[in-house]
């Protein structure tokens, strides 16, 4: 397995602030499985408005969260390399609790299916050891 600070996240995939969620990847094994973090912050743009006085995480950024964690074990594939993965479609999103600044999310994603340049990727978010999202996500790489 192999960990990743954010320099080598940032090398491989194209995402950046406001719209960049990964802090790091504790565990990963290309083309299978990915463990990455996201620190939930009160300085993150989307708190001004999602909501006053009661900030909640907007959960289509939890799914985000989970699709770019779910990318990477994508993109360290030799065949994929220097190439973009892109959101096909989603399935099946549930949202089970609120995530909060403060929150850390725990994004896990396994990569169940793989033909050509699409796959499947079964993603869910935890905070504290509690599923708070989980969502099957179609992934289409390419350049």
Do not use: W
Not at 46 to 63: A, D, S, T, W
Not at 65 to 89: C, D, H, N, R, V
Not at 107 to 135: F, T
């Amino acid at each position: 397995m192999t960990t990743m600070n954010i320099k080598e996240i940032q090398e491989l995939i194209p995402n950046r602030y406001p719209i960049y969620f990964i802090d790091k990847v504790t565990e990963m094994i290309p083309g299978e499985h990915v463990t990455a973090i996201k620190n939930v912050t009160i300085n993150e743009e989307f708190f001004q408005g999602h909501f006053p006085g009661e900030p909640v995480m907007p959960g289509v950024l939890i799914v985000e969260s989970l699709a770019q964690a779910g990318s990477i074990p994508l993109l360290k594939m030799e065949q994929f390399k220097g190439q973009t993965a892109y959101l096909g479609g989603l399935n099946k999103v549930k949202f089970r609790k609120k995530v909060v600044p403060g929150d850390v999310l725990e994004l896990k994603v396994d990569i169940v299916k793989l033909k050509e340049y699409a796959g499947i990727g079964k993603g869910v978010a935890y905070v504290d050891g509690k599923k708070v999202c989980e969502v099957e996500m179609t992934f289409i790489i390419g350049r």
